[in-house]
């Protein structure tokens, strides 16, 4: 029945062929009736011969639909033969009079008005007005004592002609106004439908631009990366380190563009799974600190040594998140601090809120823009000229409120114009390892003493020293501090003293050689003095924990030593006697991925196409594979099944990575989906780079661990 149903009046049945059936379906119960009532009164054979036309011309109308398909004329048809003969003729054997008048004329006054349209509907119109009042006329005459007093006839008349133009035009209106809105409905329907081609037409424009800024953009990161590898002068690498943040500051922004057309469209979906938090922080502090090199700003962290190390969320969005409200700080403060500050709360046995606060000394904001701090573009400046100093696009705010929301957490600000602003965000997470990010298993045997001028830095030490149970006392002053050596000397076990700072006490440091120095310097700091363990600003339990859990008291950093770390480990090898095949259609891309594996200790071959690699691989074997996702000819999928359909036993083990500049959300579902086993974006981040060879090639070619880097 509910199949019948909607073959008849389903939606996706023409407007025609359902007016056809409600008219057939309108007919055949009116057949039953008038049958009915012919049987119960009596009535002649002129009655049911009557009838019987009437159903032959509606089989007819039926087999004129079946051959030509025209269903709007068969209606058409229908709806005369029910107007003109069927019901006219009843009525006057009926002899009924104005009692019954509406029965008869009334129903198929409706049935004319909701199924014709157009010029049917006024043909039928007329038709049925001119058998209406003459089957009452005619009806009235017969029945009229004393042959028939035409006088008589007005009244009906009159009652029946207003009844008939009335219900005539109110049904037209009505229908003509359904028809109105109908129309009105489809253009809207349509408008959407645009709309969101238009919205997916941009959400593939921004993903396909992101594509190609980020594959030049690979280049010229990777080979910053080649050129800090070596052995260059200190401005050198300065120079190459603004390039590179430049590139960074560039691709935020295209990530900051394609974030937003999803919050427009309200399409931000959360992709979680575990994640280690302290490469995360140790990632964003470093990024920061490196924006600030060379200002007048000081960063400052205080990070709850107690927030679990690993828990479950959207490492991603949290990470853009932290980067914005960051990059906001730095962008409005030109003198003073930021300080970061991560704490936590338990929420339940296996879930935390993350706090998070971002403060800064900046210009302000002033309390009239505070209800549209969060809005699309709005940015914190007094006129136009001075937003235009301001890097950035005004999305970055809007963006954190929404990846939040999806978060289901709080975003609030604090602010004092010309004094600064706190922004504080609180996210729920699962935890998944309860083990605290940062501890120091010895601390009860450790004392530190903290040399500093930098009353905030000694702060920042001080609590993260406090968080790990390690005893520490403060001194600013040279002389109480030779004096607090000379009596403690076996309490104490490190002294911590500022780059600026070590020269003023290098005599003392030098006297006490029992007592470890260790020099807290700035980030890009490479001339710092040798002989003393490092530590790089700013202070958190994390690098003070991980200090103490991996130095070795009493050895010093030599000259060489300090020029391997500051070369960033790349000119060290991590495999020996392995092959790698690099497939990508981009030359430069080739050269730079080239020159990073050969760095990492491969023998490295390349091939511009996805054919080209089945040659090579044919002939040789590798250990790994990366291949780019977006080639011509065949992409990478193509290329991935077309190796693993090859009859060599060891291309089904080996393990294949797939290169991609789309940041789209799910890109790395998909390509894993697609038969991959991992995903590397583009611009390759050479620390990315060396854990996935690390998790990836055979155990046995490795000469040393990442965590060794």
Not at 336 to 358: A, F, P, Q, T
Not at 643 to 668: E, F, S
Request: glycine share 6%.
């Amino acid at each position: 029945m509910k199949k019948a149903f909607k073959s008849w009046f389903g939606v996706d049945v023409p407007l025609d062929i359902v007016n056809f059936n409600i008219s057939l379906i309108y007919l055949c119960v009116l057949y039953l009736a008038l049958l009915g009532n012919g049987v119960i009164l009596h009535f002649g054979r002129i009655y049911y011969y009557i009838l019987g036309v009437a159903v032959g011309l509606t089989a007819f109308a039926v087999g004129y639909v079946l051959q030509t398909g025209n269903y709007r004329g068969a209606s058409f048809g229908i709806t005369l033969l029910l107007e003109a003969i069927v019901l006219p003729v009843i009525y006057i054997i009926d002899n009924r009079l104005l009692s019954f008048s509406l029965i008869y004329f009334f129903f198929p006054l409706l049935i004319t008005a909701f199924i014709q349209s157009g010029r049917y509907r006024v043909i039928s119109y007329a038709v049925f007005s001119v058998f209406c009042i003459a089957s009452i006329i005619f009806v009235y005459l017969r029945n009229v004592e004393g042959g028939g007093n035409p006088d008589k006839v007005y009244p009906i008349i009159d009652v029946m002609t207003p009844i008939l133009i009335c219900t005539m035009f109110a049904t037209t209106a009505t229908l003509e106004a359904l028809r109105y809105y109908r129309h009105e409905s489809e253009l809207a329907e349509q408008t959407r439908i645009e709309a969101d081609m238009m919205e997916r037409s941009k959400d593939v424009f921004l993903m396909n631009m992101s594509h190609e800024i980020r594959t030049p953009m690979n280049a010229i990161m990777s080979a910053g990366e080649l050129i800090t590898a070596r052995s260059i002068s200190a401005d050198t690498r300065q120079n190459v380190q603004h390039i590179m943040n430049a590139c960074r500051a560039l691709l935020s922004t295209i990530d900051d563009l394609l974030i937003f057309s999803k919050v427009e469209n309200k399409r931000i979906l959360l992709a979680e799974s575990p994640y280690e938090l302290k490469p995360l922080l140790d990632d964003i502090i470093n990024m920061i600190s490196v924006r600030l090199m060379n200002t007048d700003v000081k960063l400052y962290t205080y990070i709850d040594p107690n927030v679990p190390r690993v828990l479950f969320g959207d490492m991603i969005r949290l990470r853009q998140v932290f980067i914005n409200l960051l990059n906001n700080a730095v962008k409005y403060t030109s003198k003073g601090h930021i300080l970061l500050r991560v704490r936590m709360s338990e929420l339940g046995h296996d879930r935390v809120i993350l706090h998070v606060d971002v403060e800064d000394t900046g210009i302000g904001i002033k309390e009239e823009m505070l209800p549209t701090l969060f809005d699309d573009y709005v940015r914190v400046a007094d006129n136009m000229n001075e937003s235009l100093k301001r890097e950035g696009t005004g999305l970055g705010l809007s963006i954190v409120k929404a990846i939040i929301r999806e978060f289901s957490g709080t975003i609030d600000v604090r602010s004092e114009y010309n004094k600064g602003s706190v922004f504080t965000f609180e996210v729920p997470q699962k935890v998944v390892d309860h083990t605290p990010i940062a501890r120091v298993i010895d601390h009860d045997d450790i004392g530190v003493i903290i040399y500093d001028d930098d009353r905030e830095s000694v702060r920042e030490l001080g609590l993260a020293l406090k968080d790990l149970k390690i005893r520490y006392v403060t001194v600013d002053d040279r002389d109480y501090l030779n004096e607090l050596i000379e009596d403690n000397v076996s309490e104490y076990t490190h002294i911590f003293v500022s780059t600026e700072n070590s020269e003023k006490v290098s005599d003392i440091l030098s006297h006490y050689r029992e007592m470890v120095s260790v020099v807290m310097r700035d980030v890009g700091d490479t001339e710092s003095e040798t002989g003393y363990d490092k530590i790089t600003k700013p202070m958190s339990s994390i690098n003070v924990a991980e200090y103490f859990d991996e130095s070795e008291p009493g050895v010093a950093e030599t000259e060489e030593e300090l020029d391997e770390e500051i070369t960033n480990n790349l000119n060290r090898p991590l495999v020996n006697e392995a092959r790698a095949i690099v497939v990508d259609d981009n030359m430069t891309n080739l050269i730079v991925a080239d020159k990073l594996l050969r760095n990492l200790g491969f023998d490295v071959v390349t091939a511009d196409s996805g054919s080209a690699a089945l040659g090579l691989i044919s002939n040789m074997q590798f250990d790994i594979i990366f291949i780019d996702y977006m080639m011509t000819g065949m992409d990478g999928v193509d290329t991935l099944r077309a190796i693993r359909r090859m009859p060599k036993d060891w291309v089904a083990g080996v393990p294949c990575i797939v290169l991609t500049a789309d940041a789209h959300d799910g890109a790395k579902q998909m390509l894993i989906n697609a038969g991959f086993d991992d995903y590397l974006s583009k611009p390759i981040d050479v620390n990315e780079l060396e854990y996935m060879i690390d998790r990836y090639v055979d155990k046995r070619k490795l000469i040393r661990n990442v965590s060794d880097a």
